[in-house]
């Protein structure tokens, strides 16, 4: 096992006056064993910071340590990494015992070894009885186990994740992600884990990088992200619904933005008198879309508390010790 060090890592695509750069100097030690999350958008730059990482892409500038190794100019196969895909990328004519065994033969690990390593993968994932099947006949969540197993056969120091729940649906995905957190419990293996739902890295993450187009906006436990976030960005996208984000609230600040999560909003006979546009249920609770002068607000509350009618004036009181306030100019957390 290993810690993970980046450094100032830029990425630039293309050369001299056409080259784009897409990662602009990302910093984190990623603890031995830690299991840690990148989170952001499509396009943010996740999987670029990844393959820098498996060495599937250049590194343009910093500097990147596996324990105490630099590795900026080390190929994959010597770096000790195993990467997970969304796509599984088997090889749909060998048996998942040779997919997940391929590796260690190419490796010329010794068969009796490779037997073990692949029987223990298995029986830590439950793909015993699935081993002389072909990719083709089983679930995309079996698939995506399979995928596992040829990562863990590998034992490598880090283990490197792509967005590897994507292509399952949301029942399947729920499940993969507790049985990802059983397996690292078990083995204990230091991962970089991308995904770009939130909910996925808020349940997976021991800590969560946030990415936005290319910088490092945030980097703590799901904890301190949601409850601390560092710009206005972290705030409206961790979170479902988003932090609200008001220039002109009463009792704001000049020059910068108040930020009250849906939840910290309570509705009563005292607080901000509001006008209610919409009103969706969401099984347990309910949320309330509010107007405030000009600007929009969500209230998250409970389904016992009843549907206020649309367009009647309601009121709720911001929590005041859960009041965000951001610099308007730059998005920073004051
Ligand atoms: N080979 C490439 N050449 C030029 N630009 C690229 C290349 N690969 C990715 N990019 C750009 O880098 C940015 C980050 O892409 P990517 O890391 O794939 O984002 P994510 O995984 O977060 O969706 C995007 O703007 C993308 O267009
Ligand atoms: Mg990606």
């Known amino acids: 096992m290993a810690s993970l060090s980046l450094r100032n890592i830029v990425k630039r695509y293309g050369i001299g006056s056409k080259a784009v750069q897409v990662i602009h100097g990302v ?5 031995d064993g830690e299991f840690v999350v990148i989170v952001g958008p499509s396009g943010c730059g996740k999987s ?9 892409e250049e590194i343009s500038g910093g500097e990147l340590r596996i324990g105490d190794r630099v590795v900026n100019d080390l190929e994959p196969a010597q770096r000790d990494i195993a990467m997970v895909f969304q ?6 004519h060998m048996t998942n015992f040779e997919n997940m065994a391929y590796g260690l033969k190419i490796a010329k690990v010794p068969k009796e070894e490779i037997q073990a390593r692949v029987d223990k993968a298995a029986k830590i994932l439950e793909l015993g009885h699935l081993l ?7 679930s995309g969540g079996q698939r995506q186990r399979v995928a596992m197993g040829r990562a863990i056969v590998r034992q ?3 283990f490197l994740f792509d967005e590897p729940l994507s292509n399952l649906d949301a029942k399947l995905r729920a499940q993969t992600r507790l049985e990802i957190q059983k397996l690292h419990r078990e083995l204990g293996i230091t991962s970089l884990f991308v995904t770009h739902d939130q909910v996925e890295a808020m349940t997976l993450a021991e800590r969560m990088i946030v990415m936005n187009a290319g910088n490092m906006e945030q980097f703590g436990t799901p904890e301190e992200v949601y409850s601390r976030p560092a710009t206005t960005f972290v705030a409206s996208f961790i979170g479902s619904p988003p932090m609200n984000l008001l220039k002109n609230a009463p009792g704001g600040r000049p020059g910068s933005i108040l930020g009250i ?20 249920l969401l099984g347990a609770e309910r949320l309330v879309h509010a107007r405030l ?11 016992d508390q009843g549907a206020p009618a649309i367009g009647s004036t309601i009121h709720a009181q911001p929590r005041e010790d859960r009041l965000h306030w951001f610099d308007a100019q730059t998005g920073q957390r004051q």
């Open 27 to 31: 910093n984190a030690e990623v603890k």
């Open 261 to 280: 999560r849906p939840e910290h909003l309570d509705v009563g006979d005292s607080g901000w008198a509001l006008q209610v546009e919409t009103v969706e």
């Open 87 to 92: 796509n599984y990328a088997l090889y749909p």
């Open 48 to 56: 670029t910071l990844l393959r820098m990482v498996a060495g599937l």
């Open 132 to 138: 002389q099947r072909k990719p083709r006949e089983l």
């Open 293 to 303: 002068g000009d600007e929009m607000l969500i209230i998250r509350t409970h389904e």
């Open 156 to 158: 490598p120091q880090v």
